[in-house]
């Protein structure tokens, strides 16, 4: 339909990549080192620098603002609630700004590259336009004073003046509670190289993830978690449908108690957690079970839940409220022994499989290099 079509193909590069952009895929916000996106940038290809909750691409690439100035645009992709009230596109703006990129290098990434790129009926102010814009304290730190939509102010000082829209929340939930019994892994029913099981390494701050053959732990037949080596159990519960869960192992999460769970799971969004024991997985499952939908933690009798019910993604209650709870349930989380910077964001990329190396979904442990089930 002559409209830009985004790419996520973190890592491809040289013909591939050259293929890939003749294609039709005119952007990648996937680039987490410098050599990827220059190489995308000769076929073309426009790159958005990509700083978000758990991927953070921005120290890797900002040089680009300078040297790329009409193909480069900024972006989060994933933020967390708490970290949105802190800032978004203005605080890249901040940062790129006080490495020394030109400010009006920095705000044509911001501003209006997007605009230009996404051929968007708004945001260059012309005469005729809509009257939306942000009004900033100054071009150093871009703090966002104010925020006007259609000419009408509608956020000042961190605070918006919307009002609340109360709707019928839409869902799709029909899955029933498990039990521990519906976890236990039988290393008859899991891939197995010589004593060796794959394992997903969890990487902080980026969407890759490698694949490591790790000597495994039995208990009689029955695969379990090693916390001494930080490989823990990871499962995926399907949420739309009646189907046997998938259970995998994983590493970096760095839990020593506990489990998180959570029903953001890109790209389908089916129920996905991480736990040292089956006990505090199935709990942690069984949570957003009974909120229809949400992120969860579990800390032995302790248990604390964050609701979203609409689509299972979102919340219907103030957002400021939605970004106090969030705080208290991540801090929570990392209470567990995690060194992540943020364990939710991280858990919910683990089986969004368009990203290499090694991700599960509700079909089982999926190799994103070879693109097959295991």
Request: proline share 5%.
């Amino acid at each position: 339909m002559g409209k830009p079509v985004d790419g996520h193909a973190p890592g491809l590069r040289g013909e591939e990549a050259k293929k890939y952009i003749e294609a039709g895929i005119s952007t990648d916000h996937e680039c987490f080192t410098m050599e990827e996106a220059l190489d995308k940038l000769s076929y073309g290809m426009k790159i958005l620098i990509r700083e978000g909750s758990a991927a953070k691409n921005f120290e890797a690439l900002f040089p680009l603002l300078d040297q790329f100035p009409d193909d480069i645009m900024l972006c989060s992709d994933d933020k967390h609630p708490d970290s949105l009230l802190e800032g978004h596109i203005n605080d890249l703006c901040a940062r790129a700004v006080a490495k020394g990129m030109d400010t009006f290098n920095v705000l044509k990434a911001a501003c209006i590259n997007p605009v230009k790129h996404y051929q968007l009926p708004t945001g260059l102010l012309k005469e005729g336009d809509p009257a939306n814009f942000i009004v900033i304290k100054d071009l150093i730190d871009f703090k966002v004073a104010q925020t006007y939509i259609n000419g009408i102010k509608v956020a000042e000082k961190g605070k918006s003046l919307l009002p609340m829209i109360h709707e019928k929340t839409i869902n799709q939930f029909n899955v029933q509670p498990l039990t521990e019994k519906d976890i236990k892994l039988e290393l008859a029913d899991y891939p197995e190289q010589n004593g060796r099981i794959p394992v997903i390494e969890a990487i902080d701050g980026q969407l890759i993830t490698n694949c490591l053959w790790e000597e495994a732990k039995k208990k009689e037949n029955e695969l379990v978690t090693d916390t001494e080596k930080d490989i823990l159990k990871i499962v995926v519960y399907n949420r739309y449908h009646a189907a046997a869960p998938k259970i995998a192992f994983i590493k970096n999460f760095g839990f020593t108690t506990g489990a998180i769970a959570s029903t953001v799971a890109h790209d389908s969004h089916n129920i996905i957690a991480v736990g040292v024991t089956d006990e505090a997985i199935i709990t942690a499952i069984n949570a957003v079970i009974k909120e229809q939908g949400g992120i969860s933690c579990v800390q032995g009798a302790e248990i604390k839940v964050l609701g979203l019910p609409v689509a299972g993604l979102m919340s219907i209650k103030n957002p400021y409220e939605v970004a106090a709870a969030y705080t208290q349930i991540d801090r929570m989380a990392k209470s567990l022994g995690s060194q992540l910077g943020s364990p939710f964001m991280t858990l919910s990329f683990m089986a969004l499989l368009v990203i290499p190396h090694l991700k599960l979904s509700d079909k089982g442990l999926f190799d994103g290099t070879a693109f097959k089930l295991f």
